[in-house]
């Protein structure tokens, strides 16, 4: 009788230890909500001029600028073991603060006339005219939208 108790005992204890767990794990558990069609609706319609309708270009320039820093790659660091520091070929170095920019990205149109940038691809989303029903919009709530 007294065994039977103990794992009775043992098992409400097991059942109450996992229901505990179970409520702590919910509660840092990430949001797992998506956005259904008429929240991406609302967003743009509602969203004013603070939503942009952006379409795409074939003809705007993809650039990679040398970073804050000024120079190709890392500065003061041959980046491409070539035997020359900061030459040009170091632009876009994996770990230096050189960056690839798009039309849409802040610091585009600074990188444009920035000694050192080079274009390297053309085809970018730029700001239309929202009665063009623009493929892309970028809203400040929930950011870069895809119409279809
Ligand atoms: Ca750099
Ligand atoms: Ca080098």
């Known amino acids: 009788m007294v065994i039977r108790l103990l794992i ?8 109450a230890a996992r229901l505990v767990m179970l409520n ?3 509660r840092f558990a990430p949001p ?5 069609r008429a929240d991406v609706k609302r967003a743009v319609t509602e969203g004013g001029d603070d939503v942009q309708p952006y379409c795409f270009a074939d003809d705007v320039a993809v650039l990679l600028t040398v970073g804050k820093d000024g120079q190709p790659g890392q500065a003061e660091v041959d980046d491409n073991l070539n035997g020359v520091v900061d030459d040009r070929r170091e632009t876009g ?5 050189d960056e690839c920019l798009g039309p849409a990205d802040a610091g585009y149109h600074d990188a444009l006339d920035r000694p050192g940038t080079l274009s390297i691809s053309k085809g970018g989303f730029v700001e239309c005219d929202s009665a063009d029903d623009p493929p892309r919009y970028l809203t400040p709530d929930l950011g870069w939208i895809v119409n279809r």
């Open 93 to 97: 170095a994996v770990g230096s603060d």
């Open 8 to 15: 009775v005992v043992l098992l409400l204890g097991g059942v």
């Open 24 to 26: 702590q794990t919910r």
């Open 32 to 36: 797992t909500a998506g956005l259904d």
